[in-house]
């Protein structure tokens, strides 16, 4: 069974930043496409931001560009969400996921493998 764990939620202030963590269980996700979704209260979960499994094709959602940077680390089979400048809108549970395909993440939003979650909570 295949495990991905979050890790770098908490409070922060608007305009400050949070660097989201993701690690999988299985060396294989180093070939795999991984994603950030978000879901905020009385909201259907959104998609974020994804990369490739080589560290390119990155994608952001329109809310997040130019905000939030994706990156991956395959040796350590860790994938990062590095969130500024944000804002109360970004207040959410941050689900990772993995999909050996982008367009899935990305288009149909409907990747293989979810983490638990993490909550990001930004106060005005």
């Known amino acids: 069974q295949v495990q991905l764990v979050e890790s770098g939620g908490g409070l922060v202030q608007a305009g400050g930043s949070l660097r989201l963590s993701c690690t999988a269980s299985e060396r294989t996700f180093s070939t795999a496409a991984m994603g950030w979704f978000r879901q905020a209260p009385g909201k259907e979960r959104e998609f974020v931001a994804a990369?490739?499994?080589?560290?390119?094709?990155?994608r952001y959602a329109d809310s997040v560009e130019g905000r939030f940077t994706i990156s991956r680390d395959n040796a350590k089979n860790t994938v990062y969400l590095q969130m500024n400048g944000l804002i109360p809108e970004d207040t959410a549970v941050y689900y990772c996921?993995?999909?050996?395909?982008?367009?899935?993440?990305?288009?149909?939003?409907?990747?293989?493998?979810w983490g638990q979650g993490t909550q990001v909570t930004v106060s005005s």
């Open positions: 990369i490739g499994w080589s560290g390119g094709s990155a």
């Open positions: 996921s993995a999909d050996s395909s982008l367009h899935t993440i990305v288009v149909l939003t409907t990747p293989a493998y």
